[in-house]
């Protein structure tokens, strides 16, 4: 089995929300360990989602040129570019899974690169998509 994870955007922006305690810490180690690993993955929906976040959604939003850095850093952790095929598998898990488009595009992302799990906030804590295992770290 794979020990690749792929990371959903609420991870990456809770690791840089200077206002989001423990759930901060816990991101920036997961992420850290990921890192360290050579096992993390994202998508380039990821970091689209993640610059929107950091620069405008957050209380305390991050500054333009730190999201930017902070793309171009994780920029290697896309290994595969999304498609037709991508988001046509998308539409396809979204209605078998039950979940939103834009969750099943990140699902399909994760599927393409071999993922295990999937890190994330947003969708169900041990709940299997496609084979791979939702986990929420925070």
Do not use: C
């Not at 929107?52 to 730190?66: D, E, G, K, Y």
């Not at 290697?76 to 095929?85: F, L």
């Not at 969708?123 to 084979?131: F, V």
Request: glycine content about 6%; charged content about 20%.
């Amino acid at each position: 089995m794979s020990d690749v994870a792929f990371v959903d955007s609420n991870i990456l922006t809770y690791a840089h929300d200077l206002d989001a305690g423990v759930k901060r810490e816990r991101a920036v180690a997961k992420l850290r360990e990921l890192w360290d690993s050579g096992m993390g993955r994202l998508s380039v929906q990821v970091l689209q989602e993640f610059y929107v976040n950091a620069t405008q959604q957050l209380a305390t939003p991050i500054a333009r040129s730190t999201a930017r850095a902070v793309i171009k850093t994780y920029g290697v952790w896309i290994h595969r570019a999304t498609t037709v095929d991508t988001v046509s598998r998308a539409a396809e898990l979204s209605d078998l899974a039950r979940i939103s488009f834009w969750d099943a595009l990140i699902v399909a992302s994760a599927e393409e690169v071999g993922a295990a799990e999937l890190l994330s906030e947003d969708l169900n804590d041990g709940q299997a998509i496609s084979g791979i295992k939702v986990v929420n770290p925070l």
